[in-house]
């Protein structure tokens, strides 16, 4: 990272926002030429609504208590899912971020971009399945953590990686697919991601798990062996929902119930990439369906039917 700022020269600064929060908070004025960008890009934009993001973007003259808007330097967000789960209060505070501007209205010709973006090849058609998960009891200390978070507690998703018939019904088709096919499974717990693997593995499937745990060195060795096809199966809790590119995965497995709309489609996108993006023509997607009581409704799978339901 540079300390001054060359007179007539382009200059691109790529930064986490843990960082320059940590150099906003700094005395003195080393990185005060940071106080003034051309323009300011946010990838992962849905999360841009946190208070580290407030913080730093008035610190860079950007934020909502810059008194001349007008002056203002242009703010650009970058997100597959512009929204803020089921919330439209939030969304509104997300859209607001950017006073109001969403680059997507009024850019394609028909009422659902998926359908306009499928049929141009930008993201690959979807082949459903679904499969049985099993029955879950919810404890009334459960129920409350659901209505108050909108989350399943970790107690249940847990139990859900423990049921062996549940873990044997995922390998088992994982292991009936054709055999040149790369696969992404979302596992409900890191354990239940390593079981995964390990039960593919002793099938003949080449497949590992990655976690928050694995360092950083064998979690990008197992990524370039998957993209080049030699292992098969990679396997994850929460840490491929973002940040990772393999465009020709031909098929994703929701074995991690959410009721999250943001999180599912960070899980599915994985595999939606079209020919135009270095993807598939279509991608299979298959849905580990439990029955969680009344819950059930709320899963977020069920807002994205239009994309196997539409041909």
Known sequence: MRSRRNQGSFQLLIATIDKLS????????????????????????????????????????????????????????????????????????????????????????????????????????????????????????????????????????ERLGTDLKRTLRVVDHIASLPEEWTVLAFAPSVENARVLAALLAHRGVPAVSVSADTETAARRHYIEEFKAGRIRVLTNYNVLTQGFDAPKVQAVYVARPTFSPNVYQQMIGRGLRGPLNGGSEEVLIVNVEDNFDQYGDLLAFNEFEYLWTKK
């Open 22 to 157: 940590v150099l906003q908070k700094r005395s003195g004025d080393e990185y005060g030429w940071l106080r003034d960008p051309s323009i300011v890009v946010i990838d992962e934009a849905h999360t841009s609504i946190a208070t580290s993001y407030t913080q730093v973007l008035d610190w860079m003259g950007r934020g909502g208590r810059a008194r001349d808007k007008s002056a203002r330097r242009p703010l650009l967000g970058l997100t597959a899912t512009p929204f803020r789960g089921k919330s439209e209060i939030e969304t509104e505070r997300l859209a607001g971020r950017y006073d109001g501007n969403r680059l997507d209205r009024g850019a394609f010709r028909k009422e659902d971009p998926y359908e306009e973006l499928r049929d141009m090849g930008v993201l690959a058609r979807v082949r459903h399945e679904v499969l049985a998960g099993i029955d879950v009891t919810l404890s009334d200390r459960d129920k409350e953590d659901i209505e108050k978070m909108g989350r399943l507690p970790s107690s249940v998703t």
